[in-house]
């Protein structure tokens, strides 16, 4: 086991200087661009999400005060090709900021289709789509006011700002290998078949599309998977659809592994590309720990959720084997339950950002969804769950829980009756472009999650 001193350390901390150059951009564009004004209204009014949330990058001109003040704020100069004067910061959640001559500003939002929000909005041919339809990265203009220019712009594991050529075959193979991975078989004769032929399949569009462009591929299906089966999710996205934006405000996947299926998901991740960022040990009275994954070509993070002692947190536990336990935690009571997360169960659930008082407020009184009470409710970070879905579990699974004195009697009873908790969608939103978590409020989310409590309440 990899000893702690050797795993990098993270300390996300708010920005609220980097958050002010930010938002003073923004604000400063929004009153100069009616059409990016009403989409931001429509954004709160309609979605519950803030503009800011949607912004993929800031093109601005360039100037000596600029760079000076993006450097002092924490960016650092990334040039990528077409964007030799691009920034970022390596420390929070900002946009990309640009420097380029001339005197436009020009915004572009992230949709997961160009051709969607188009569709929505009736913008016709005379907006050119850059890119090729099922490339790596579109971009269109589609509003002009003076020199504020607004764009919408379509990642698919791209980190660059001009569409590159690419060969009409890959784009045939990517819709080949998308298809594969809606398709792919979550259950098998044992976890270990399903995992084997999840690899196989990774690594066939490895080959083909390259690495970054397979993990978003996968991800789309993981969502399109997970969204089936909770009905909040269902409602968010068509309300998101609505304004043609779908996911692209999300911020984590979680996944739930078993002790001995963790390690094999840790590797499925990374052969996505993703790397470990930090380990997320939520104190010495928790049953579980955490691995947070970033792929940051594919802009994609996952919190990976196991059980485990105090003492195996201590290690890097997600590379060394973790030897089957002899009692359940919250974790691994739902992975015995409903499957392992990245095969047969689907994700536990997805956090995207939100106006988090605008998202609770419309849902609760439009669509009857409620969310739990919040547990994160700092100014720089709020967080909760809708109320869980429920799903039904399968005989079997409930009797061999039994038989192993992991469960009662009478809470096999309501799994049987009622099912259990299986996913939520997660409201969360983040400010001064904090990175982290609360490692005590997912503490307590986890402990009221535990489907053995939900079940007896469910009994009541």
Same mark, same amino acid.
């Given at each position: 086991?990899?000893?702690?001193?050797?795993?990098?350390?993270?300390?996300?901390? #708010?920005?609220?200087?980097?958050?002010?150059?930010?938002?003073?951009?923004?604000?400063?564009?929004?009153?100069?661009?009616?059409?990016? /004004?009403?989409?931001?209204?429509?954004?709160?009014?309609?979605?519950?999400?803030?503009?800011?949330?949607?912004?993929?990058?800031?093109?601005?001109? *360039?100037?000596?005060?600029?760079?000076?003040?993006? &450097?002092?704020?924490?960016?650092?100069?990334?040039?990528?090709?077409?964007? #030799?004067?691009?920034?970022?910061?390596e420390g929070a959640i900002f946009p990309t900021v640009i420097l380029a001559p001339g005197t436009t500003t020009r915004v572009g939002i992230k949709v997961d289709s160009v051709a969607d929000f188009m569709s929505m909005w009736q913008l016709g041919p005379d907006h050119a789509i850059a890119g090729a339809p099922g490339s790596q990265f579109r971009i269109a203009v589609v509003a002009e006011q003076g020199d504020a220019v607004l764009a919408v712009v379509e990642r698919h594991g791209f980190r660059g700002i001009v569409p590159a050529a690419v060969d009409p075959a890959r784009i045939l193979l990517a819709a080949l290998h998308a298809e594969r991975f809606r398709r792919r078989p979550r259950v098998a004769s044992t976890d270990d078949a399903a995992f084997a032929a999840t690899l196989a399949l990774i690594g066939?569009?490895?080959?083909?599309?390259?690495?970054?462009?397979?993990?978003?591929?996968?991800?789309?299906? /993981?969502?399109?998977?997970?969204?089936?089966?909770?009905?909040?999710?269902?409602?968010?996205?068509?309300?998101?659809?609505?304004?043609?934006?779908?996911?692209?405000?999300?911020?984590?996947?979680?996944?739930?592994?078993?002790?001995?299926?963790?390690?094999?998901? &840790?590797?499925?991740?990374?052969?996505?590309?993703?790397?470990?960022?930090?380990?997320?040990?939520?104190?010495?009275?928790?049953?579980?720990?955490?691995?947070?994954?970033?792929?940051?070509?594919?802009?994609?993070?996952?919190?990976?959720?196991?059980?485990?002692?105090? /003492?195996?947190?201590?290690?890097?536990?997600?590379?060394?084997?973790?030897?089957?336990?002899?009692?359940?935690?919250?974790?691994?009571?739902?992975?015995?339950?409903?499957?392992?997360?990245?095969?047969?169960?689907?994700?536990?659930?997805?956090?995207?950002?939100?106006?988090?008082?605008?998202?609770?407020?419309?849902?609760?009184?439009?669509?009857?969804?409620?969310?739990?009470?919040?547990?994160?409710?700092?100014?720089?970070?709020?967080?909760?769950?809708?109320?869980? /879905?429920?799903?039904?579990?399968?005989?079997?699974?409930?009797?061999?829980?039994?038989?192993?004195? *992991?469960?009662?009697?009478? *809470?096999?009873?309501?799994?049987?009756?009622?099912?259990?908790?299986?996913?939520?969608?997660?409201?969360?939103?983040?400010?001064?472009?904090?990175?982290?978590?609360?490692?005590?409020?997912?503490?307590?989310?986890?402990?009221?999650?535990?489907?053995?409590?939900?079940?007896?309440?469910?009994?009541?």
């Open positions: 086991m990899r000893p702690a001193a050797a795993l990098s350390p993270f300390d996300w901390k #708010p920005q609220p200087g980097a958050q002010r150059l930010v938002t003073d951009l923004l604000d400063g564009f929004l009153a100069r661009c009616g059409f990016a /004004e009403r989409l931001a209204s429509r954004m709160k009014v309609e979605t519950g999400t803030r503009f800011q949330d949607w912004v993929d990058h800031i093109l601005v001109p *360039q100037s000596d005060a600029m760079r000076i003040g993006l &450097i002092e704020q924490g960016f650092s100069h990334r040039p990528e090709p077409g964007a #030799p004067n691009r920034y970022f910061h066939a569009s490895n080959a083909d599309i390259g690495q970054d462009w397979t993990c978003d591929l996968f991800f789309a299906a /993981e969502r399109e998977f997970w969204q089936r089966r909770n009905r909040a999710a269902r409602v968010q996205k068509q309300r998101q659809d609505m304004l043609g934006l779908g996911w692209a405000n999300h911020g984590h996947h979680t996944y739930r592994a078993s002790r001995t299926g963790f390690v094999p998901l &840790i590797t499925v991740l990374e052969r996505l590309g993703f790397v470990c960022r930090e380990r997320f040990c939520a104190g010495a009275e928790a049953d579980w720990g955490a691995q947070v994954l970033e792929q940051p070509a594919a802009g994609i993070t996952i919190f990976a959720d196991v059980d485990m002692s105090p /003492e195996e947190r201590l290690g890097d536990f997600a590379h060394a084997p973790l030897p089957e336990g002899r009692t359940l935690g919250t974790i691994g009571l739902w992975c015995a339950l409903h499957g392992e997360s990245i095969l047969g169960a689907g994700m536990h659930h997805l956090e995207c950002q939100f106006d988090w008082h605008a998202l609770k407020e419309q849902l609760e009184r439009d669509t009857s969804i409620r969310l739990m009470d919040p547990f994160t409710s700092f100014p720089f970070l709020r967080q909760a769950f809708t109320e869980g /879905e429920r799903w039904a579990v399968d005989a079997g699974r409930v009797e061999r829980l039994l038989a192993a004195g *992991q469960i009662t009697r009478e *809470q096999a009873d309501s799994f049987r009756s009622n099912g259990a908790v299986g996913s939520h969608l997660e409201n969360l939103e983040r400010n001064d472009g904090f990175k982290g978590f609360n490692q005590r409020g997912v503490s307590e989310i986890i402990a009221k999650t535990d489907p053995r409590k939900l079940a007896q309440l469910a009994g009541a």
